[in-house]
């Protein structure tokens, strides 16, 4: 995709269960994983993704 395509949106939620990572680094792990699953299994995540060792959680959903 060039640079006057359209952007590829998406919205997420993190839900932390402890409070140890900053913002910033919670937000760019969501990125990350969110592009890596896609190349995995050629859609987007949709739900909510738990990462128990992290105490996070991510909930993808549809712009709406």
């Known amino acids: 995709m060039d640079a006057s395509g359209p952007m590829d949106a998406f919205e997420y939620?993190?839900?932390?269960?402890?409070?140890?990572?900053?913002?910033?680094?919670?937000?760019?792990?969501?990125?990350?994983?969110?592009d890596?699953?896609?190349?995995?299994?050629a859609e987007a995540p949709s739900g909510r993704h738990w990462f128990e060792r992290l105490g996070i959680g991510i909930e993808f959903y549809e712009p709406g």
Not at 16 to 27: I, V
Not at 36 to 41: E, V, Y
């Open 36 to 41: 890596s699953w896609i190349a995995l299994h």
């Open 13 to 34: 939620r993190i839900v932390p269960s402890l409070p140890r990572y900053e913002r910033l680094e919670l937000h760019v792990f969501a990125r990350a994983y969110r």
